[in-house]
């Protein structure tokens, strides 16, 4: 029962403690860039969610038997990493779903350097997070990043058709969203466990 609440523990600070974007501040870019429509947020917060926990096993495979100990080689094997999978998930996504990869557009290859991306194997490296808790800690921190992208797509989709002055309007508008929302998030900085 105790690795159960553990893993549930840390999936809770990650998608909501943690949270990479609205916490964190990190993987802003394509936050604010592909959030205007729920469903291209969803596509973006899918690629990520792969890419997160593909580069979280890699990166600790890498980590442990190829550059062991050599602190100074993790950041850019890290990057190759993710550059390499991000590179397959643009293929796959461009093949698989053309529409998505046009509404993607310069953002999904922008995952590669989407700092949340290098920040959860960073993390894992830091905490010395075992193989299994560094997938499950990335899964719960891409779900995290997919939660805050979708619902700041919502209050967007929700602003193109509120009354807002006429100077706030567009990306103004959109950034005190965004501020409010993390302070939302912020409010789960509270939790105990």
Known sequence: ?????????LAITAMLVENFVL???MGICPFLGVSKKIETAAGMGIA??????AASALTWVV???????????????????IA???QFAEMFVKKAVPALYAAL???LPLITTNCA???VTMINVQRDYSFGTSLWYSFAAALG???AIVLFAGVRERLETAKIPKYLKGFPIALISAGLLSIAFLGFQGLSF
């Open 1 to 9: 029962m105790g690795l159960i609440k553990d893993f549930l523990v």
């Open 23 to 25: 916490v964190k501040f």
């Open 48 to 53: 990520v969610t792969f890419v997160m926990v």
């Open 63 to 81: 980590n442990k038997y190829v550059i062991a100990g050599a602190e100074y080689l993790q950041t850019i094997s890290f990057i190759l990493v």
């Open 84 to 86: 390499a999978l991000v």
């Open 105 to 107: 557009g310069i953002y």
């Open 117 to 119: 991306v290098l920040g």
């Open 145 to 147: 990043f997919m939660l």
